[in-house]
């Protein structure tokens, strides 16, 4: 083989294959993935519509961090960020009082987020609640 | 056989492009080959990078929301879910600091080689042109991600831009939509950075490279030397050997320094301490923060962004204003005058980062 | 007192405090021109709450302040500086008058001096010793703050160091053969650190657990009422576990005698088991049942605790490889509240409990190890494909290398043929 087609093969060879190691990751980053999902997670479908009884609670993943989801004596559905602003915690529903209540050090809050009693010194982060269809849908307020 | 089928292609498109003439064309551009030819290479890189800049912010386009709500989230999305998300943005921020520092060197290689001289003086304006562009698309961008950092040098550097006599309060109020920084100043930093400014860049691109196409590459003064080498294929060559190692840098930059997502933006938490702009941004910043409060009764400050502005324009007039270049002689006292810009804005931007508090 | 009088009384009552501001002050002129301690009182009333209420010198030392001679205006109203033994009394005067406070502040409760008597401070005053703290060695004279203010003496972070002034000093406390380590133990705890550090307001200084003006040492039996005023979850636990009897038989004061009552500690797993530091042991000797069942809680949370470590050193190496984890780092922060109530459940003594609770955290520690794991990977893949793509680069590279120096010797030989030609 003469030496200057193998130089031009080599290249064009090497050439190719530089393309297609930077096609890869460009194509795999524009297919859209299995679990991928609509793209950034501020809405997140905290239960099933009449799953949960009044006067109780659940707790849930929220984005990056932990929310709650009460239902009211009254049927109301309401959610909250769950971590406490004292020293992060996770709270808890308590039923006795209709107040949210943190066991670490006996912080309360009430429904609307707004610190009752104890250490905690900010109020907990509201978030908004759609029922849509069969989901409680809990989303961030705009 | 695959010869016969890139021949009738080839046919194919020459009968419709006329595709011969520009080849013929392009086999008599020539680049000169002397000492300091090494230069030339820098024009080709930050195309090269603007290339990359290009491709990336349109792929980061596909998942990222400029809304106060979502940017930073989107963000953080690109970076920890999407399958090579982390490499597209870690490519497209470490790129741009890359791109805009070579921007400098070219500029200052084309300076002391005095390449704008006549018939040159309409690239270089177009030059320095775009080098304020690519400044507004490293302001505009490095908002983007909605964190603190971003949103605390925002404001920052659009309260200097306040501060200018007569049209600062209009130029801040417009730059921010408003009189702060707020969703109306994400969705026309985007607005800016997406469309506006890359519009711009392009036809000032267009018009740079244009210009070079037709005038041809400048020699230095008195260069005999009269070698030159063909641009395509040889010069090219070269220039992609330069691409290439470019790329392994970036690489490596990416996979072990990835571009941080810092902590969201909180217009209501105080400014932290030490809040810079970006570090092209950092010797007009220290210049700023170093002279006195007073200088003959007129306010430092604004004596200061008087005197950039002045300076920029001059800068910018060079061509025009050193006759002897024109007229194919050496002008040491503008040599002189780069040297000490250059050095001014290396000392400045060294100052920020080594003096603990200024 | 006819209806005109009290008209008259109230109009003066009502503007007393401009007048006040208005009216000349000989008391304060002349206190101005001494030296240090006889300058202090008039150099330091602006600030006072007093002072800014429309009270002045008159209002509790008497005298006549329009008057120049300084015998005129110490005349027979004048009470001077009261003795130490008879300053509560005094500043008890309007603070422990219900009807007199109502027309200042409300809200001010007016028990102090009841309480004051109560304390051992107003025992010991009582029983005519001067040493004892009175209202102006805490709250200060003549700049008296409200403790609602930072600067004030009694403001939380403040009370520490006003009460440590004098328990903390040696010469002080001898003669009552007190002990005086308290202020530093109690800067050493976790309680200190978050009112320090923190600035959690919340957190306990001196008078949240010995009360304000009916300062006492809590009695043994009432020590795990105080604690348990932030920490009733572990106080309830406490009374249902067989240590609530076992201890008040032996007269110990419940959580004192395993947490200290000043040199309160970040708990820790270490308090808990048969090694020689550990609690347990203090009672329960070796063979015995407490000895077991001491072993197998610290067991179940070393285990448990053992795994988040490592579950957050995987996160953090994966951090230092430039992995996005921040999404994984919340979760194991969740599983720290796990851990927590792990922990405190050991206050109820109920293996089964304690068992739950470690086994409901590892099934969460099990996710968040998946995901350090996963996200380590992803630091091992991009490592493996920045060596490919460089191999990649490199190749071609040197094949463009190559090119550009074939392309030039045979430019140059082409020249050469041609020049010769």
Request: net charge positive.
């Given at each position: 083989?003469?030496?200057?087609?193998?130089?031009?093969?080599?290249?064009?060879?090497?050439?190719?294959?530089?393309?297609?190691?930077?096609?890869?990751?460009?194509?795999?980053?524009?297919?859209?993935?299995?679990?991928?999902?609509?793209?950034?997670?501020?809405?997140?479908?905290?239960?099933?519509?009449?799953?949960?009884?009044?006067?109780?609670?659940?707790?849930?993943?929220?984005?990056?961090?932990?929310?709650?989801?009460?239902?009211?004596?009254?049927?109301?559905?309401?959610?909250?960020?769950?971590?406490?602003?004292?020293?992060?915690?996770?709270?808890?529903?308590?039923?006795?009082?209709?107040?949210?209540?943190?066991?670490?050090?006996?912080?309360?809050?009430?429904?609307?987020?707004?610190?009752?009693?104890?250490?905690?010194?900010?109020?907990?982060?509201?978030?908004?609640?759609?029922?849509?269809?069969?989901?409680?849908?809990?989303?961030?307020?705009? | 056989?695959?010869?016969?089928?890139?021949?009738?292609?080839?046919?194919?498109?020459?009968?419709?492009?006329?595709?011969?003439?520009?080849?013929?064309?392009?086999?008599?551009?020539?680049?000169?080959?002397?000492?300091?030819?090494?230069?030339?290479?820098?024009?080709?890189?930050?195309?090269?990078?603007?290339?990359?800049?290009?491709?990336?912010?349109?792929?980061?386009?596909?998942?990222?929301?400029?809304?106060?709500?979502?940017?930073?989230?989107?963000?953080?999305?690109?970076?920890?879910?999407?399958?090579?998300?982390?490499?597209?943005?870690?490519?497209?921020?470490?790129?741009?600091?890359?791109?805009?520092?070579?921007?400098?060197?070219?500029?200052?290689?084309?300076?002391?080689?005095?390449?704008?001289?006549?018939?040159?003086?309409?690239?270089?304006?177009?030059?320095?042109?775009?080098?304020?562009?690519?400044?507004?698309?490293?302001?505009?961008?490095?908002?983007?991600?909605?964190?603190?950092?971003?949103?605390?040098?925002?404001?920052?550097?659009?309260?200097?831009?306040?501060?200018?006599?007569?049209?600062?309060?209009?130029?801040?109020?417009?730059?921010?939509?408003?009189?702060?920084?707020?969703?109306?100043?994400?969705?026309?930093?985007?607005?800016?950075?997406?469309?506006?400014?890359?519009?711009?860049?392009?036809?000032?691109?267009?018009?740079?490279?244009?210009?070079?196409?037709?005038?041809?590459?400048?020699?230095?003064?008195?260069?005999?030397?009269?070698?030159?080498?063909?641009?395509?294929?040889?010069?090219?060559?070269?220039?992609?050997?330069?691409?290439?190692?470019?790329?392994?840098?970036?690489?490596?930059?990416?996979?072990?320094?990835?571009?941080?997502?810092?902590?969201?933006?909180?217009?209501?938490?105080?400014?932290?301490?030490?809040?810079?702009?970006?570090?092209?941004?950092?010797?007009?910043?220290?210049?700023?923060?170093?002279?006195?409060?007073?200088?003959?009764?007129?306010?430092?400050?604004?004596?200061?962004?008087?005197?950039?502005?002045?300076?920029?324009?001059?800068?910018?007039?060079?061509?025009?204003?050193?006759?002897?270049?024109?007229?194919?002689?050496?002008?040491?006292?503008?040599?002189?005058?780069?040297?000490?810009?250059?050095?001014?804005?290396?000392?400045?931007?060294?100052?920020?980062?080594?003096?603990?508090?200024? | 007192m006819n209806i005109r009088a009290i008209r008259l009384f109230a109009a003066a009552a009502l503007f007393a405090p401009l007048l006040a501001f208005g009216q000349?002050n000989?008391?304060?002129?002349?206190?101005?021109?001494?030296?240090?301690?006889?300058?202090?009182?008039?150099?330091?009333?602006?600030?006072?709450i007093h002072a800014q209420a429309g009270l002045s010198?008159k209002d509790c030392?008497?005298?006549?302040p329009?008057?120049?001679?300084?015998?005129?205006?110490?005349?027979?109203?004048?009470?001077?500086?009261?003795?130490?033994?008879?300053?509560?009394?005094?500043?008890?005067?309007c603070?422990?008058d219900a009807v007199a406070m109502r027309a200042f502040n409300p809200n001010l409760?007016?028990?102090?001096?009841?309480?004051?008597?109560?304390?051992?401070?107003?025992?010991?005053?009582?029983?005519?010793?001067?040493?004892?703290?009175?209202?102006?060695?805490?709250?200060?004279?003549?700049?008296?703050?409200?403790?609602?203010?930072?600067?004030?003496?009694?403001?939380?972070?403040?009370?520490?160091?006003?009460?440590?002034?004098?328990?903390?000093?040696?010469?002080?406390?001898?003669?009552?053969?007190?002990?005086?380590?308290?202020?530093?133990?109690?800067?050493?705890?976790?309680?200190?650190?978050?009112?320090?550090?923190?600035?959690?307001?919340?957190?306990?200084?001196?008078?949240?657990?010995?009360?304000?003006?009916?300062?006492?040492?809590?009695?043994?039996?009432?020590?795990?009422?105080?604690?348990?005023?932030?920490?009733?979850?572990?106080?309830?636990?406490?009374?249902?576990?067989?240590?609530?009897?076992?201890?008040?038989?032996?007269?110990?004061?419940?959580?004192?005698?395993?947490?200290?009552?000043?040199?309160?500690?970040?708990?820790?797993?270490?308090?808990?088991?048969?090694?020689?530091?550990?609690?347990?042991?203090?009672?329960?000797?070796?063979?015995?049942?407490?000895?077991?069942?001491?072993?197998?809680?610290?067991?179940?949370?070393?285990?448990?605790?053992?795994?988040?470590?490592?579950?957050?050193?995987?996160?953090?190496?994966?951090?230092?490889?430039?992995?996005?984890?921040?999404?994984?780092?919340?979760?194991?922060?969740?599983?720290?509240?796990?851990?927590?109530?792990?922990?405190?459940?050991?206050?109820?003594?109920?293996?089964?409990?304690?068992?739950?609770?470690?086994?409901?955290?590892?099934?969460?520690?099990?996710?968040?190890?998946?995901?350090?794991?996963?996200?380590?990977?992803?630091?091992?893949?991009?490592?493996?494909?920045?060596?490919?793509?460089?191999?990649?680069?490199?190749?071609?590279?040197?094949?463009?290398?190559?090119?550009?120096?074939?392309?030039?010797?045979?430019?140059?030989?082409?020249?050469?043929?041609?020049?010769?030609?």
């Amino acid at each position: 083989m003469k030496r200057r087609n193998f130089v031009d093969i080599f290249l064009g060879g090497s050439l190719l294959a530089t393309i297609a190691a930077f096609v890869y990751p460009v194509v795999r980053y524009v297919l859209p993935s299995r679990s991928g999902g609509g793209g950034v997670q501020n809405s997140v479908t905290a239960a099933k519509a009449g799953e949960l009884p009044p006067n109780t609670a659940r707790v849930f993943k929220f984005g990056s961090s932990t929310a709650i989801l009460v239902n009211t004596p009254e049927g109301k559905l309401v959610a909250l960020s769950a971590v406490c602003t004292h020293l992060t915690c996770t709270v808890r529903f308590d039923a006795e009082t209709g107040t949210l209540f943190c066991p670490c050090h006996n912080g309360r809050f009430d429904l609307g987020g707004n610190v009752l009693s104890g250490p905690p010194p900010r109020p907990l982060e509201t978030y908004a609640v759609e029922v849509s269809g069969a989901d409680v849908i809990v989303s961030r307020e705009s | 056989m695959a010869a016969k089928i890139g021949q009738s292609v080839w046919k194919f498109l020459d009968e419709r492009f006329l595709l011969s003439g520009l080849i013929a064309f392009g086999k008599k551009k020539t680049v000169p080959e002397h000492r300091r030819s090494f230069w030339y290479f820098f024009g080709g890189i930050c195309l090269f990078l603007t290339g990359i800049q290009i491709a990336t912010g349109i792929m980061l386009l596909l998942y990222y929301t400029p809304s106060v709500d979502a940017a930073h989230e989107s963000i953080q999305f690109i970076m920890g879910v999407v399958k090579f998300g982390w490499l597209i943005r870690s490519v497209h921020s470490w790129t741009a600091n890359i791109l805009v520092g070579l921007l400098f060197v070219h500029m200052f290689s084309t300076f002391f080689l005095k390449a704008y001289r006549k018939p040159r003086e309409l690239t270089w304006v177009t030059g320095f042109l775009l080098l304020v562009i690519f400044m507004a698309f490293g302001f505009s961008g490095y908002l983007l991600p909605w964190n603190e950092l971003s949103y605390n040098a925002t404001r920052v550097g659009t309260d200097i831009a306040g501060s200018l006599p007569f049209i600062g309060h209009w130029l801040k109020t417009f730059i921010l939509g408003g009189a702060e920084v707020s969703q109306a100043t994400l969705s026309r930093f985007f607005w800016f950075h997406v469309a506006i400014l890359p519009l711009a860049a392009l036809a000032l691109i267009g018009i740079h490279i244009l210009l070079v196409q037709t005038l041809g590459m400048s020699k230095p003064i008195g260069e005999r030397n009269t070698k030159e080498i063909p641009f395509f294929p040889d010069f090219l060559y070269k220039d992609a050997l330069g691409w290439t190692l470019m790329l392994v840098l970036i690489g490596v930059l990416c996979v072990f320094l990835p571009w941080e997502i810092g902590p969201k933006a909180d217009p209501l938490a105080s400014t932290p301490l030490g809040i810079k702009p970006e570090w092209y941004f950092t010797f007009m910043f220290t210049t700023l923060k170093l002279v006195p409060a007073h200088i003959l009764s007129i306010e430092g400050e604004k004596l200061a962004i008087l005197a950039f502005m002045t300076g920029g324009l001059l800068w910018l007039l060079v061509p025009f204003l050193d006759k002897r270049a024109g007229r194919e002689k050496r002008s040491p006292v503008f040599t002189w005058i780069g040297a000490a810009l250059a050095l001014y804005i290396a000392i400045m931007t060294i100052l920020t980062y080594t003096v603990p508090k200024l | 007192m006819n209806i005109r009088a009290i008209r008259l009384f109230a109009a003066a009552a009502l503007f007393a405090p401009l007048l006040a501001f208005g009216q000349k002050n000989s008391c304060i002129e002349c206190h101005n021109q001494l030296d240090d301690e006889l300058k202090a009182p008039a150099a330091g009333l602006a600030a006072d709450i007093h002072a800014q209420a429309g009270l002045s010198c008159k209002d509790c030392h008497g005298g006549d302040p329009s008057q120049d001679d300084v015998d005129k205006a110490k005349d027979k109203s004048f009470k001077g500086s009261p003795k130490r033994k008879a300053i509560p009394q005094f500043c008890g005067g309007c603070h422990a008058d219900a009807v007199a406070m109502r027309a200042f502040n409300p809200n001010l409760r007016t028990d102090q001096l009841s309480q004051y008597w109560t304390s051992r401070h107003g025992q010991r005053l009582k029983a005519g010793d001067t040493k004892p703290a009175v209202c102006t060695d805490c709250h200060g004279v003549h700049g008296i703050q409200s403790a609602k203010f930072p600067k004030s003496l009694t403001f939380p972070w403040n009370i520490p160091q006003t009460c440590g002034r004098c328990h903390a000093d040696k010469a002080t406390m001898e003669p009552y053969k007190l002990p005086t380590g308290q202020l530093d133990d109690y800067k050493a705890s976790v309680h200190a650190r978050a009112l320090y550090d923190k600035k959690d307001l919340s957190a306990p200084v001196c008078n949240d657990c010995h009360g304000n003006h009916g300062a006492f040492p809590p009695s043994v039996s009432s020590v795990a009422s105080v604690c348990r005023q932030c920490h009733p979850s572990t106080g309830d636990l406490f009374v249902k576990s067989p240590h609530k009897k076992a201890f008040d038989d032996m007269g110990a004061g419940e959580c004192e005698v395993c947490h200290d009552n000043h040199k309160i500690l970040t708990p820790s797993t270490a308090m808990i088991g048969t090694d020689q530091g550990a609690s347990c042991v203090q009672c329960h000797d070796k063979g015995s049942k407490g000895f077991e069942a001491a072993a197998e809680f610290r067991r179940e949370l070393d285990g448990f605790e053992s795994g988040f470590r490592t579950a957050g050193d995987l996160l953090a190496q994966a951090k230092h490889k430039g992995v996005e984890v921040s999404d994984v780092e919340f979760r194991l922060q969740d599983v720290n509240t796990f851990l927590v109530t792990a922990k405190n459940l050991t206050h109820g003594l109920d293996r089964a409990e304690v068992a739950k609770a470690v086994t409901d955290g590892e099934k969460a520690l099990v996710e968040v190890r998946a995901a350090g794991e996963k996200a380590l990977d992803e630091a091992r893949f991009r490592r493996r494909g920045l060596a490919v793509i460089t191999a990649i680069l490199a190749l071609f590279g040197v094949a463009l290398a190559l090119k550009i120096r074939h392309m030039t010797r045979a430019r140059s030989a082409a020249e050469g043929r041609g020049s010769h030609s």
